[in-house]
């Protein structure tokens, strides 16, 4: 089974590091497991702005486009070498792969993008995707990479996205302010009109909200696949996910 998972740039940054390597350490060791148990993993991941945001000390995420795209041209170099140095610890390499959403719009270069994910797999490295905002505008200004995982996973037909946040799944209203939220731990897709939603904002290095991550659900989903929704920082949580316990948001299409 190949399983899409998306890092938000909230879990990858730390009060005193510029990328949380416990946190790197402990989804390294999960998706070692992962591997071990016979599914292919690719990896979308969030936090070169944040990571670049960590390196220059800034505290608040600057609106300029050309700054954040600079933050992440210095930023993605300290994020990879990361992945890199934690996976190799369990015998794994880490890919680098820059995609724009552009990429995913043209059949050509859609189709070489398959291929190469297809062969870093063969290799039995991990891929890890991430937009290229260097040079590019789009993630930046609309998604903090929740759309770019719903096509990736569309486009290799991953059988699973699963997206980590730091909240502990989508909440019929915003925990932070409201103390009766309900976690909604399944959900199908039709009936997310009709469940009245109220959506956060996005947190302070990212970009993406709960309602990214839903429109990821719209274009990935079909009858056979899901999407879940889960607190990256819960022990084990993407072992929990694969058995099947009762945690995150599960988001299928209604049968």
């Not at 990328?19 to 390294?28: A, E, P, T």
């Not at 590019?136 to 997206?163: H, W, Y």
């Amino acid at each position: 089974m190949k399983i899409v998972i998306k890092i938000g740039s909230s879990l990858l940054t730390s009060d005193t590091e510029i990328v949380d390597l416990m946190f790197l350490k402990k989804v390294s060791n999960q998706i070692s497991k992962i591997k071990e148990s016979g599914h292919e993993v690719i990896l979308v991941s969030s936090g070169a702005i944040a990571c670049g945001m960590k390196i220059w000390n800034l505290s608040n995420r600057p609106k300029e486009i050309e700054k954040l795209q600079a933050l992440s041209a210095v930023g993605q170099i300290g994020l990879i070498n990361a992945y890199q140095d934690e996976l190799k610890k369990h015998g794994l390499f880490a890919a680098q792969v820059l995609l724009s959403h552009e990429d995913l719009k043209d059949y050509t270069r859609s189709k070489n993008i398959k291929e190469s994910i297809k062969n870093i797999l063969s290799l039995g490295a991990v891929p890890i995707i991430n937009e290229n905002d260097s040079v590019s505008t789009e993630e930046i200004v609309f998604g903090d990479n929740d759309q770019l995982s719903g096509n990736v996973a569309k486009l290799i037909s991953s059988e699973m996205l699963i997206i980590l946040t730091d909240q502990e799944g989508v909440f019929d209203k915003n925990p932070t302010s409201n103390n009766n939220a309900k976690l909604l731990n399944e959900i199908k897709f039709t009936d997310i009109d009709s469940l009245e939603i109220e959506f956060g904002k996005a947190g302070e290095y990212g970009r993406g909200g709960m309602q990214t991550k839903l429109l990821a659900a719209e274009n990935y989903l079909n009858s056979s696949n899901k999407m879940y929704i889960a607190n990256g920082k819960s022990e084990n949580i993407l072992l929990d996910v694969l058995s099947e316990k009762r945690v995150g948001t599960v988001i299928s299409l209604a049968n």
